[in-house]
T-cell receptor, first 114, second 116 residues
Framework: ETGVTQTPRHLVMGMTNKKSLKCEQH?????MYWYKQSAKKPLELMFV???????ENNSVPSRFSPECPNSSHLFLHLHTLQPEDSALYLC?????????????FGQGTRLTVV | AQKITQTQPGMFVQEKEAVTLDCTYD???????LFWYKQPSSGEMIFLIY????DEQNATEGRYSLNFQKARKSANLVISASQLGDSAMYFC?????????????WGLGTSLAVNP
């Protein structure tokens, strides 16, 4: 059983829809991340939250809006997405952001934008 | 230029044999960390092994070992006694101490298939 849980596992949405991805970690970690994984591209870091404060926004379009209400929960709010936003969205957490700190990942949400 | 290069898009190995997955990296930083992750078809990224740039010994974790050659900037993953459950995508990643806000930088991955 993973310590990082993502819901939903699969999502199909139209370009005019609004939806949210949810991530919950049960590991007591202080940092949480959103990544985008597209075919034939390296994993792309989208957002980083450390102690509930956003510390990284990696030039992500505003149609993606993160929210971190507490250190255990992370949301990614989606609106007016484009077909090229279809990808696997992975949430991760880590104890801190040190050099040797490994991240623990959820199983991802497979998003398809139609 | 890519910071992490995995030159093998796909690899095959016979069950119970060893396999080496290649990873080369590019950094001017003296202090950095190298990671290997496994991603099965379920989607979850599973941490396998870590090597620090100042570690003198090659990292080992069970059947996984990291062949770290600092001068060549390579950090190959060796899986011994392959099992069918090892079939997955394998990703090499690096975290630099300076710059990039200590982001993990990822390679494109290698798909490993273990044959019975």
């Amino acid at each position: 059983e993973t310590g990082v849980t993502q819901t939903p596992r699969h999502l199909v949405m139209g370009m005019t829809n609004k939806k949210s991805l949810k991530c919950e970690q049960h590991l007591g970690h202080n940092a949480m991340y959103w990544y985008k994984q597209s075919a034939k591209k390296p994993l792309e870091l989208m957002f980083v939250y450390n102690f509930k404060e956003q510390t990284e926004n990696n030039s992500v379009p505003s149609r993606f809006s993160p929210e971190c209400p507490n250190s255990s929960h992370l949301f990614l709010h989606l609106h007016t997405l484009q077909p090229e936003d279809s990808a696997l969205y992975l949430c991760a957490s880590s104890q801190e952001t040190g050099l040797n700190t490994e991240a623990f990942f959820g199983q991802g949400t497979r998003l398809t934008v139609v | 230029a890519q910071k992490i290069t995995q030159t093998q898009p796909g690899m095959f190995v016979q069950e119970k044999e060893a396999v080496t997955l290649d990873c080369t990296y590019d950094t001017s930083d003296q202090s950095y960390g190298l990671f290997w992750y496994k991603q099965p078809s379920s989607g979850e990224m599973i941490f396998l092994i870590y090597q620090g740039s100042y570690d003198e010994q090659n990292a080992t974790e069970g059947r996984y070992s990291l062949n770290f050659q600092k001068a060549r900037k390579s950090a190959n993953l060796v899986i011994s006694a392959s099992q069918l459950g090892d079939s997955a995508m394998y990703f090499c990643a690096m975290r630099e101490n300076a710059g990039n806000n200590r982001k993990l930088i990822w390679g494109l991955g290698t798909s490993l298939a273990v044959n019975p």
